[in-house]
């Protein structure tokens, strides 16, 4: 009931086309859902987060939209560039306690 | 606002040595958690202080590991007999004092390898 299924694995977009990455959750104590963005040998990044009174976020070229029905939420990265190819990891949090629980992953690659 | 930094950024060492590494947490910052992640893999919760109170441990945590923020700024996280199972990446991250953030500023990790 702690994870947080993240899909695909992997996603090869062209250059100005919009990636999606899905992420799905069980505990619906969980109420923060951050993406972090990481490139190798590098930390995660914050790039945006929800929480799950919104239904969709938009910072820049991302967007969260966050279906709390169907316990999902899912990052859209539009008109995307080479430099956007990274691994992004979704998140959750439950109030109160602090740690993440972290999906699995999307390995990410724009082409040029 | 220099960003949280870790020491060492890579740990090469031989099973049975014992290592530690420090985490610098941004000014003010709070809360500092500790992470592990694994080739491929999203990082892994380990621990995590709120100024210099450890509030929970994961099971990975196992009696090797021992982790402190004695003064509540630095924190540092050490690995007693190393095995090759201990080799990932250890992040480290801090959130700020704001009442609600959960928002984690992370590190860019130290890179352990048991030889």
């Known amino acids: 009931q702690q994870q947080v299924k993240q899909s695909p694995q992997s996603l090869i977009v062209q250059k100005g086309g919009i990636s999606i990455i899905n992420c799905a959750y069980e505990n619906t104590a969980f109420d923060y859902f951050p993406w972090y963005q990481q490139f190798p040998g590098k930390g995660p990044a914050l790039l945006i987060a929800?929480?799950?009174?919104?239904s969709e976020k938009k910072e820049g070229r991302f967007t969260i939209s966050f279906n709390k029905s169907a316990k999902q939420f899912s990052l859209h990265i539009m008109d995307s560039q080479p430099g956007d190819s990274a691994t992004y990891f979704c998140?959750?949090?439950?109030?109160?306690?602090?740690?993440?629980?972290f999906g699995t992953g999307t390995r990410l690659k724009v082409l040029a | 606002d220099t960003g949280v930094s870790q020491d060492p950024r890579h740990k090469i060492t031989k099973r049975g040595q014992n290592v530690t590494f420090r985490c610098d947490p941004i000014s003010e910052h709070n809360r500092l958690y500790w992470y592990r992640q694994t080739l491929g893999q999203g990082p892994e919760f380990l621990t995590y202080?709120?100024?210099?109170?450890?509030?929970?441990k994961s099971r990975l945590l196992s009696d090797r590991f021992s982790a402190e923020r004695p003064k509540g700024s630095f924190s540092t996280l050490e690995i007693q007999r190393t095995e090759q199972g201990d080799s990932a990446m250890y992040l480290c991250?801090?959130?700020?004092?704001?009442?609600?953030?959960?928002?984690?500023?992370f590190g860019p990790g130290t890179r352990l390898t048991v030889t």
């Open positions: 202080f709120q100024n210099e109170a450890q509030l929970e």
């Open positions: 998140a959750a949090v439950t109030s109160g306690t602090y740690k993440y629980i």
């Open positions: 929800i929480r799950p009174d919104v």
């Open positions: 991250a801090s959130t700020p004092p704001r009442t609600g953030a959960y928002e984690q500023y």
